[in-house]
């Protein structure tokens, strides 16, 4: 499966964004998707991830302020991103954890100005 994550750019502290990550072909809803990020000179870090039928899980520092949602319809995973810091620009990925292997995309700057 190929990912392509979309929706990145350049944004003011305070802002929002919506993050978009298109999968080539059908993911069950039970596969665990999820966003992670890499900012400059950091390793890269859990955001958030949803599936296996349970509740959506965040990293704490994102915590009420990052939504990850799903749209099986369209095999599209979506990290909408609300009162951003400067510190949370970085390159943005998305994951599947599939019985063949984790897949990821391709990943997609967020950048927040202070």
């Known amino acids: 499966v190929q990912l392509q994550a979309s929706g990145g750019g350049l944004v003011q502290a305070g802002g929002s964004l919506r993050l978009s990550c298109a999968a080539s072909?059908?993911?069950?809803?039970?596969?665990?998707m999820g966003w992670y990020r890499q900012a400059p000179g950091k390793q890269r870090e859990f955001v958030a991830s949803?599936?296996?039928?349970?509740?959506?899980n965040y990293a704490d520092a994102v915590q009420g302020r990052f939504t990850i949602s799903r749209d099986n319809a369209k095999n599209t995973l979506y990290l909408q991103m609300n009162s951003l810091k400067p510190e949370d620009t970085a390159v943005y990925y998305c994951?599947?954890?599939?019985?063949?292997?984790?897949?990821w995309g391709q990943g997609t700057l967020v950048t927040v100005s202070s």
């Open positions: 994951k599947a954890n599939l019985e063949s292997g984790n897949y």
């Open positions: 072909r059908t993911i069950h809803s039970s596969v665990i």
């Open positions: 949803i599936g296996s039928g349970r509740d959506p």
